[in-house]
């Protein structure tokens, strides 16, 4: 089966701060989807990135994947409080493409 | 357009209970997924239906079943429910469930078992 390993398992950073997650897939990532959790609540959708190579931003989060390393990275610049939650990557399965896998979640907390 | 609702929010049985939980998927959607999610395992699949049909399972025991009406919305059915299945049941919805098709998701049924 496919695992995701992200890190850091956890971060606190001061307000203002750049920060970055990443998640490694053990296998070849065919769509890697991030999203976010406040807790205890459902997950709200970042982005999804198809092609090795692939920059994608919203706001101030960029993430990237790297087919090769088989990893993406989830950037933050100027982390505010309202960034604060739970990270988590996603991923279709190979070869069953509605089944998904999901990382074990950075829980990001930002200090004012 | 509405996102994904589910019914209830909150929910306390005991052990031996049986439970259902709805999921209503964002119009025009016909792929559910139902995904548990405990401290200590994290985020899992549960299973997928598409047009009614299961097409996806994880692994997870038979007191575990769901189904997909026409409509598609779904239920999620836990029977004899055990104390390690209190766990928020999240479920997400997508157009086909195709390959690099975002899921959205609802915002969980918190289940506390007793």
């Known amino acids: 089966s496919q695992e995701l390993e992200q890190s850091p398992q956890s971060l606190i950073v001061q307000e203002g701060k750049n920060l970055t997650i990443n998640c490694t897939s053990s296998?070849?990532?065919?769509?890697l989807y991030w999203y976010k959790q406040k807790y205890g609540e459902g997950l709200i959708f970042l982005m999804m990135?198809?092609?090795?190579?692939e920059e994608k931003s919203h706001e101030k989060i960029t993430a990237k994947l790297d087919e090769k390393k088989q990893q993406s990275s989830l950037h933050i610049t100027a982390s505010q409080p309202s960034h604060a939650g739970i990270y988590l990557c996603?991923?279709?399965?190979?070869?069953?493409?509605?089944?998904?896998?999901f990382g074990s979640g950075t829980k990001l907390n930002v200090k004012p | 357009k509405a996102g994904v609702t589910q019914t209830p929010r909150y929910l306390i049985k005991t052990r031996g209970q049986q439970v259902t939980l709805s999921c209503s998927p964002i119009?025009?959607?016909?792929?559910v997924s139902w995904y548990q999610q405990t401290p200590g395992q994290g985020l899992q699949f549960l299973f997928e239906y598409f047009s009614e049909t299961q097409r996806n399972k994880g692994n997870f025991p038979g007191r575990f079943s769901g189904r997909q009406f026409s409509n598609s919305r779904s239920e999620m059915n836990v029977s004899t429910l055990e104390l390690g299945d209190s766990a928020l049941y999240l479920c997400?919805?997508?157009?086909?469930?195709?390959?690099?098709?975002?899921?959205?998701f609802g915002p969980g049924t918190r289940l506390l078992v007793l």
């Open positions: 997400a919805s997508s157009w086909a469930g195709g390959p690099q098709e975002t899921q959205y």
């Open positions: 996603g991923a279709d399965s190979p070869g069953n493409f509605n089944k998904f896998y």
């Open positions: 296998k070849t990532l065919y769509g």
């Open positions: 990135l198809q092609k090795g190579g």
């Open positions: 119009s025009g959607h016909r792929s």
